[in-house]
């Protein structure tokens, strides 16, 4: 996938006790040859570049939390819409890649759609999380798909006032379009005032 020609932050410096990463979809169905909805020759790259994220984060203490879509056979967008099934649990789709196996001390939060807040556990996790305002908290976000759960999920979190940050090498979608499309509304005024777009090596936890 092409450079996206956007402002990109350097030198980004998160305080650890006051940040959560967020990976958001890494799953087998997205990012492994042979999946549904596979993005194609740039998911090793977002593996890498994510799982780089994630040992920073380890290193750091830092609160990790993994967002897991997950359907069910009998969920609307299949039952009604007549959707083709995928992310149905305990399928290899729906494994989270095992080059990002969470550990036990990590938060697996199961989502039904796109919006990880929407019927989730998400909001009660966070709370239980936090010492504090939203606004005291950073939330580095990486995972898939840019133009759907990453930026439903960077979009959650700004709406709710939080710092975020997005590592552009930490996301990735089937459709180079798509993906720039969905990074410049991210940068358009109505999410840029609390939505900063970086790279996955400008990150550091502190």
Avoid at 100 to 117: A, G, N, Q, Y
Avoid at 131 to 160: I, K, L, M
Avoid at 165 to 173: A, E, G, K, R, V
Wanted: charged residues 25%; glycine residues 6%.
């Amino acid at each position: 996938m092409g450079e996206v020609s956007l402002p990109i932050k350097g030198n980004v410096v998160v305080p650890a006790r006051k940040s959560i990463l967020v990976i958001v979809d890494m799953q087998n169905e997205f990012l492994k040859e042979g999946g549904t909805r596979f993005v194609g020759e740039t998911a090793n790259s977002v593996i890498r570049k994510v799982e780089s994220l994630l040992r920073k984060a380890r290193a750091s203490n830092v609160v990790r939390i993994f967002l897991q879509s997950t359907r069910y056979d009998e969920s609307p967008e299949h039952r009604i819409f007549h959707r083709s099934k995928h992310l149905i649990e305990g399928s290899w789709g729906h494994k989270i890649v095992e080059e990002l196996s969470p550990r036990e001390d990590e938060i697996i939060v199961k989502k039904f759609s796109h919006d990880p807040f929407n019927q989730t556990e998400l909001e009660r996790i966070l709370s239980e999380q936090m010492d504090g305002n939203p606004w005291d908290y950073h939330v580095v976000v990486g995972g898939v798909v840019t133009n759907v759960c990453a930026y439903e999920t960077v979009t959650g979190f700004s709406v709710r006032n939080f710092r975020v940050y997005l590592p552009i090498d930490c996301t990735t979608s089937p459709d180079p379009d798509l993906h720039e499309a969905a990074l410049r509304m991210l940068y358009y005024p109505a999410y840029s005032y609390n939505v900063l777009l970086t790279k996955e090596e400008e990150v550091r936890f502190e």
